[in-house]
């Protein structure tokens, strides 16, 4: 749902960068090479982005309001 903060396997802090390669990938970059000019280059951390869905703006909407 959220990108966590940091990489599941090696701890290192990835959800930093999260907006920027969001931003650049939906502007239509290759993600390869957002990924190599964020310094992201364990296979692990590039793991958590690529796989990563967003969702969200989808889950929001069903919160309990009391």
Not at 9 to 33: F, L, N, Q, S
Request: hydrophobic share 35%; aromatic share 12%.
């Amino acid at each position: 749902m959220i990108i966590p903060i940091r990489c599941f396997t090696c701890g290192y802090p990835i959800a930093t960068k999260w907006e920027e390669y969001k931003r650049r990938v939906e502007r239509g970059e290759d993600p390869k090479k957002v990924l190599d000019e964020l310094g992201i280059k364990r296979y692990c951390c590039r793991r958590m982005f690529l796989s990563h869905v967003d969702l969200f703006h989808e889950v929001i909407r069903y919160r309990n309001v009391k």
